[in-house]
């Protein structure tokens, strides 16, 4: 491996970090957010971030519920 | 108001301090008034490159600790009337110097000054977070080896948890001898790989090697690194004038599909 992929797979590896305590307060922030259009409980609701092949974060986030709260958006 | 821009690396002997001093002395000899702080206190060593260490009568921490205004702990430079230093020499008794504290002391320059420059400390502990808060621009000076460059992925990572206008990319100690055998990965590709801006390189000197066997000598570099610093100090004042590079997270196009 040359050089430069060395040192790309360097970065990207130390991307990865303890996301526990930012998970946390990511999917807070998000579950204000949707819960506002979505009848969902923070059980419904996981988020993940990621890193990519190029070292890009990824935020991933899977939202299941029932119904949408569509009231007021019916303009 | 003054730009206030930190000197960091995460990585110690990278040439921060040498950054510092010869990219401070470059933007005052365009005009500028440029005041450079040593904020590694107990392992300061700006005094010494300068060659300021016997005209201190005070220093930042007096100042912090209300023994002199801030004022009087500004040592002239003897190269540039427009160059100022605010030296840390105390390094016993100094107990716990707050950010809020050095900010107060920031303050006090604003007006004074057009450039503050921060000698961080190496390190990514509370020295390297309190030189840091108190900047708006950070400039992260490594050179082309693996484990400078990896220091200087992880303190890239970290600025981006601070409001910073911008994050540029110093790469010190090329040798484009190395680079074009493909020996040293080159400056645009480490810009790339650290996804940072490069404001400038700065070649490998036998002269700067040379000069910081004295002390205070270093103003007298007169080789190609001397106009790499140059080079570096009239992109900073001509190109990124305060220019936020960040993009506000509302402006960000978002890719479809
Ligand atoms: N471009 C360069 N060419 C040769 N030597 C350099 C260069 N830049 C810095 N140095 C040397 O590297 C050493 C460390 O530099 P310094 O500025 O003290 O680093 P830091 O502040 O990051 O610890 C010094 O001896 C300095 O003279
Ligand atoms: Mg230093």
Redesign the pocket.
């Given at each position: 491996m040359n050089n430069l992929n060395r040192l790309n797979q360097i970065l990207i590896n130390d991307k990865y970090f303890d996301p526990t305590r930012f998970n946390e307060l990511l999917e807070i922030e998000v579950y204000k957010v949707l819960s506002h259009y979505m009848d969902i409980t923070r059980e419904q609701i996981s988020t993940k971030v990621e890193v990519d092949v190029e070292g890009n974060y990824v935020f991933k986030c899977k939202a299941k519920c029932n119904r949408l709260k569509v009231v007021g958006l019916l303009k | 108001m003054a730009r206030r821009i930190v000197i960091t690396?995460g990585k110690?002997?990278?040439?921060?301090?040498?950054?510092s001093y010869l990219l401070g002395l470059n933007l005052a000899k365009l005009d500028a008034r440029v005041v450079i702080l040593d904020v590694d206190i107990g392992l300061n060593?700006l005094d010494v490159v300068a060659g300021i260490d016997t005209k201190i009568n005070y220093d930042l921490i007096d100042a912090i600790q209300n023994r002199c205004r801030v004022r009087q702990a500004l040592v002239q430079s003897s190269v540039c009337s427009r160059l100022y230093f605010l030296p840390c020499v105390n390094s016993y008794s100094v107990g716990r110097v707050t950010s809020e504290a050095l900010s107060a002391i920031l303050r006090e320059l604003d007006i004074s000054f057009d450039y503050i420059i921060i000698?961080c400390p190496?390190g990514i502990g509370f020295e390297f977070h309190r030189a840091v808060f108190c900047a708006n621009e950070a400039i992260i000076?490594t050179t082309p080896h693996m484990i400078a460059l990896r220091d200087a992925g992880k303190v890239a990572n970290l600025l981006s948890g601070y409001t910073l206008g911008q994050i540029g990319l110093v790469i010190?100690?090329v040798r484009n001898d190395f680079v074009s055998r493909k020996m040293m990965i080159s400056p645009e590709e480490i810009a790339n790989s650290l996804k940072l801006t490069l404001l400038g390189t700065?070649?490998?000197?036998n002269e700067?090697?040379a000069l910081?066997c004295s002390a205070g000598e270093l103003f007298k570099l007169n080789d190609s690194?001397m106009g790499d610093f140059c080079a570096l100090a009239k992109t900073i004042h001509y190109n990124m004038a305060s220019k936020p590079n960040r993009e506000n997270f509302l402006d960000i196009k978002i890719k479809r599909g």
């Amino acid at each position: 491996m040359n050089n430069l992929n060395r040192l790309n797979q360097i970065l990207i590896n130390d991307k990865y970090f303890d996301p526990t305590r930012f998970n946390e307060l990511l999917e807070i922030e998000v579950y204000k957010v949707l819960s506002h259009y979505m009848d969902i409980t923070r059980e419904q609701i996981s988020t993940k971030v990621e890193v990519d092949v190029e070292g890009n974060y990824v935020f991933k986030c899977k939202a299941k519920c029932n119904r949408l709260k569509v009231v007021g958006l019916l303009k | 108001m003054a730009r206030r821009i930190v000197i960091t690396s995460g990585k110690g002997g990278v040439g921060k301090t040498t950054c510092s001093y010869l990219l401070g002395l470059n933007l005052a000899k365009l005009d500028a008034r440029v005041v450079i702080l040593d904020v590694d206190i107990g392992l300061n060593n700006l005094d010494v490159v300068a060659g300021i260490d016997t005209k201190i009568n005070y220093d930042l921490i007096d100042a912090i600790q209300n023994r002199c205004r801030v004022r009087q702990a500004l040592v002239q430079s003897s190269v540039c009337s427009r160059l100022y230093f605010l030296p840390c020499v105390n390094s016993y008794s100094v107990g716990r110097v707050t950010s809020e504290a050095l900010s107060a002391i920031l303050r006090e320059l604003d007006i004074s000054f057009d450039y503050i420059i921060i000698d961080c400390p190496a390190g990514i502990g509370f020295e390297f977070h309190r030189a840091v808060f108190c900047a708006n621009e950070a400039i992260i000076v490594t050179t082309p080896h693996m484990i400078a460059l990896r220091d200087a992925g992880k303190v890239a990572n970290l600025l981006s948890g601070y409001t910073l206008g911008q994050i540029g990319l110093v790469i010190n100690r090329v040798r484009n001898d190395f680079v074009s055998r493909k020996m040293m990965i080159s400056p645009e590709e480490i810009a790339n790989s650290l996804k940072l801006t490069l404001l400038g390189t700065i070649r490998e000197s036998n002269e700067i090697t040379a000069l910081s066997c004295s002390a205070g000598e270093l103003f007298k570099l007169n080789d190609s690194a001397m106009g790499d610093f140059c080079a570096l100090a009239k992109t900073i004042h001509y190109n990124m004038a305060s220019k936020p590079n960040r993009e506000n997270f509302l402006d960000i196009k978002i890719k479809r599909g």
